[in-house]
């Protein structure tokens, strides 16, 4: 008799330590108790898929709507424009029934069939890597695993449980391996980098772009220090980064990322990665929020990224700014109560258009501008097919007059504000 899995947390910010997992008959996509690791970094163990005895439906709403497909981007990763991000399967989303339903495959399996063909997840997103392994595995026949790409992050167990040191890396790196049921992974990062490194930035919150305009030995990042270990979170930056090295010569891993919120903090632990032996650099870095009508600033960081630190491949995530830029921004959202009715002002003024405004315009700054894949993430199959809609659209009429109009007086709204490229501390 086959069971499920029901997650549950009760906050946003409680680690994983403190999931509440409970056993329920079910239909749908089967978890099973062996494709939940413990996350005290015990070895991962042996995953026994369960398959369900029905099959899954294939609806009309499950085609995509004729039209072109979303494109590759050009970059050495070979990665679909739009990338998946699979943390909506986890509860900060979603609730159990949805992640135990067949939606989350139905939306996965619609997204592969409009050329969305690379996923983002990560050990910390609750149950998502097993949501997501246990769906691909349903329709490999129709989607072998050669036909997509997997970026998993690692380091990252909860809100406040950083664990870079060497064992945990590679601990967490074979569970993943485990729970996604692949034998390889295509991109693995250190999460969330900037709870590990040794704090460096003056300012925590505001514009990081000071950062370069006059105060980059503040932020560390002034010529002739790029090798400079400023302490023992540094240390552990560069150790677990060693450590996903002798992954990736093994044949477990194919690139190597770090991801994180300030921009500068990343171009800082970038720039020591490659100066450090081998002196080799970072594949590839992922930044969210960090390129949306509220905040472009990590376009003025691009140059520095690829001249400088001689990153391969840029990712930016999350074009409503994990929902701040959307009708419900979510209780337990980083951004201050100011910046919040900011923002609600200006969709207030902006008009029932501003979420596809905002989602256009991250599209446009991501592909046309700095040529980087963007994250967006989807809980149902009507949202993958919004989405499309939005991105064939910008492919036509992008530079239209009635949407760059648009677009200008949203950024004059939020200019006006006070709060364009504006911040909030992380951590």
């Avoid at 089967?30 to 899954?56: D, G, H, N, R, Y």
């Avoid at 497909?69 to 159990?96: K, M, R």
């Amino acid at each position: 008799m086959s069971h499920f899995i029901r997650w549950s947390y009760r906050r946003k910010d409680l680690p994983p330590a403190r999931l509440r997992i409970s056993l329920f008959q079910g239909r749908g996509l089967p978890i099973t108790e062996a494709q939940i690791p413990p996350f005290s970094m015990t070895p991962p163990v042996p995953i026994t898929l369960i398959v369900p005895k029905e099959s899954p439906p294939d609806e009309p709403e499950d085609s995509p709507i004729p039209g072109p497909l979303v494109s590759s981007i050009e970059g050495p990763l070979e990665l679909s424009g739009l990338i998946l991000g699979a943390g909506t399967f986890s509860n900060q989303y979603n609730t159990d029934d949805h992640l135990s339903s067949f939606a989350p495959m139905r939306l996965i399996r619609l997204a592969l069939r409009y050329g969305i063909r690379t996923f983002d997840t990560s050990i910390y997103y609750g149950p998502s890597e097993v949501v997501l392994g246990n769906a691909l595995k349903m329709i490999e026949a129709e989607f072998p695993r050669d036909s997509y790409k997997l970026m998993t992050k690692c380091g990252r167990f909860g809100a406040t449980n950083f664990d870079y040191s060497p064992h945990a890396i590679r601990n967490s790196v074979q569970q993943s391996l485990q729970r996604l049921q692949t034998s390889y992974l295509d991109t693995v990062y250190l999460h969330d980098i900037e709870f590990v490194c040794t704090p460096v930035a003056p300012a925590k919150t505001g514009n990081h772009g000071m950062a370069l305009k006059g105060q980059a030995a503040a932020y560390g990042l002034v010529e002739g220090d790029e090798a400079k270990i400023h302490g023992e979170g540094d240390q552990k930056v560069l150790d677990a980064f060693a450590e996903l090295r002798k992954m990736k010569e093994e044949g477990l891993i194919r690139n190597i990322g770090i991801t994180g919120y300030p921009v500068p903090t990343l171009l800082r632990l970038a720039l020591l990665i490659l100066h450090t032996s081998p002196f080799q650099p970072v594949d590839v870095i992922l930044s969210y929020s960090n390129l949306t009508l509220q905040n472009t600033i990590f376009a003025d960081f691009t140059p520095h990224f690829r001249e400088r630190a001689k990153v391969a491949q840029l990712v930016v995530a999350s074009p409503f700014s994990m929902g701040l830029l959307t009708p419900s921004i979510p209780p337990w959202h980083p951004a201050p109560p100011e910046l919040r009715a900011a923002v609600t002002e200006v969709r207030r003024q902006t008009g029932e258009r501003f979420t596809d405004l905002a989602l256009g315009y991250a599209i446009k700054k991501a592909h046309w501008g700095i040529k980087a894949p963007l994250v967006v993430g989807f809980s149902n199959a009507k949202e993958v097919h919004e989405c499309a809609r939005v991105w064939r659209d910008i492919q036509e009429n992008g530079n239209s007059e009635e949407r760059v109009n648009e677009e200008k007086k949203a950024e004059e709204l939020i200019e006006k504000s006070g709060f364009m490229n504006w911040c909030w501390a992380s951590p």
